[in-house]
């Protein structure tokens, strides 16, 4: 027999919290997003965009960033602020598409590191962003605003990723693709950036060399940096008809965010039913 069905992750802070007249979680541990970062200002500077819509659309949740690399403050740092200030849990968000490299191993390792030294700390590590519907209605937005109809029969579009050598994470990019296809585009075919192929290049002129009239690139990424730079190119050198922006702080990650957020309190909500 099934057990009750549990609230979707989508309701959990609207029901699960004490919410203030404003709409505020005063008693939800704080969120920690945590970027890769990049010598690129424009990487920050969208992470922080992305942030700011987070706060926004829930006044009251503390929202506070934290990178691996590059960027400050790093993870470390967030992390003993909040521990000084007498905070005892948190919920870390990686903000990345796939659970690769970084989230299996970076991510981990750093948070092990930086909350060593505060024992009374409790961290709960939301899941990584993709797949998700969310992602995919985000990539049509991004498109429409290039000028291309969601699911057009005409177009064959070039899903462009940074890549990785994960194989995980190589296939969750085929499936996506493939998934893709079946809403009504004329073909979807996986690119990467760096470590996989095919390049952005090469799919569109594969595309283009079957017949396909219409190509739009669709860079599968949040924030502009080097291996983002790489598509753009990549989609300009080869002739592609449309190419979309990145993803950036569309609505769609936005929800997907505290979506991932209110995830991570559902075994910190069983816990306290139980």
Known sequence: MNGPALPSPATTLATWLPQTPSGGTPDAPPLLIIAHGSRDPRHAATVHALTEQVRAARPGLRVVTGYLDFCAPTVAQVVDRLAAEGVRDIVALPLLLTRAFHAKADIPAVLRESTAAHPRLRVAVADVLGPSPLLTAALERRLAEAGVT????STGVVLASAG?????????????AREWRHTGWCAVRPAFASASLP?????????????????AVAPYVIAPGFLPDRIVRGARESGADALAPVLGAAPELVELL????????????MLLSA
């Open 258 to 269: 505290l979506e991932r957020y209110a995830g991570a309190l559902l075994p910190r909500r």
């Open 150 to 153: 969601p699911g057009d029969r």
């Open 199 to 215: 390049r952005t290049e090469d799919a569109v002129r594969q595309l283009r060399a079957e017949g396909v009239r219409r190509i």
């Open 164 to 176: 990785s050598t994960d194989p995980e994470a190589i296939a969750v990019i085929a499936e996506i």
